[in-house]
């Protein structure tokens, strides 16, 4: 098991990246979020990366976002839904995230915006793209994504503050770069075409692999797992 003194040198190095990689796309650090994903380690080690200072932490399954979030009352952690969440576990969830990564579906949307409205909540997510066009990945496809926002637009509990992709599981370095690029295109594009209507602020691509990449090509927010329990 990684020891918590190694997740902290761990995290030290990937800030110490991500401000580098901001830096060479002409940004300031703080303008890139770190989002430790913990999906794969339990409470206790979970607990080690917020001592460590993560307070962005994100799961993949909505049942150990609960269980981790009951385990670790820390007031300033902000939590990350990045999988896929199915409408049965909407109104459990729905009070405990920050930002909910992967609005994939406009049935979600629905059931979001009424379970939101019978807890009293605003709910702040990205719509997620599939700018890959894999078919084991969720998220709509970049024809898709106006039309869907516009409907999404209409929710008044929720408030989409950006978009969230993945590059394909095959893609090659270039490719990879070629997504994210596609991306940001599509981001700026939209922001254009809807103008004052909404603002996509946030764009949260990469992961372990190449957040680097993706910060050069614009991603306001990383989703960093396996890198930060190397031992």
């Not at 190095?13 to 300031?28: F, K, L, P, T």
């Not at 307070?55 to 385990?71: F, M, S, T, V």
Request: net charge neutral.
């Amino acid at each position: 098991m990684v020891s918590a003194k190694r997740i902290k040198e761990n995290l030290e190095q990937i800030n110490a990246r991500v401000a580098e990689a901001a830096e060479r796309g002409g940004r300031r650090p703080d303008q890139v979020r770190l989002v430790a994903v913990c999906k794969y380690v339990d409470a206790e080690i979970t607990q080690s990366v917020v001592n460590s200072g993560a307070l962005d932490i994100g799961e993949n399954r909505p049942q150990q976002l609960w269980q981790k979030a009951e385990r670790i009352k820390v007031p300033a952690v902000n939590w990350h839904l990045i999988g896929q969440l199915q409408t049965n576990k909407v109104k459990r969830t729905l009070p405990l995230i920050t930002l909910l990564h992967s609005l994939d579906r406009l049935k979600l949307a629905r059931i979001i915006e009424q379970q939101a409205s019978q807890v009293g909540v605003c709910v702040d997510a990205l719509v997620q793209v599939n700018i890959s066009g894999d078919e084991s990945k969720s998220g709509f496809q970049c024809s898709e994504v106006e039309s869907a926002l516009e409907q999404i637009m209409e929710c008044q509990h929720i408030k989409v503050k950006g978009l969230m992709a993945m590059a394909g599981l095959d893609s090659d370095i270039p490719s990879a770069r070629r997504e994210f690029e596609s991306m940001r295109r599509l981001q700026d594009r939209l922001q254009a075409k809807l103008g004052d209507q909404i603002t996509l602020s946030e764009l949260s691509m990469g992961m372990s692999r190449d957040y680097e990449m993706a910060i050069e090509e614009g991603a306001t927010i990383v989703r960093v797992g396996s890198e930060i329990f190397r031992e």
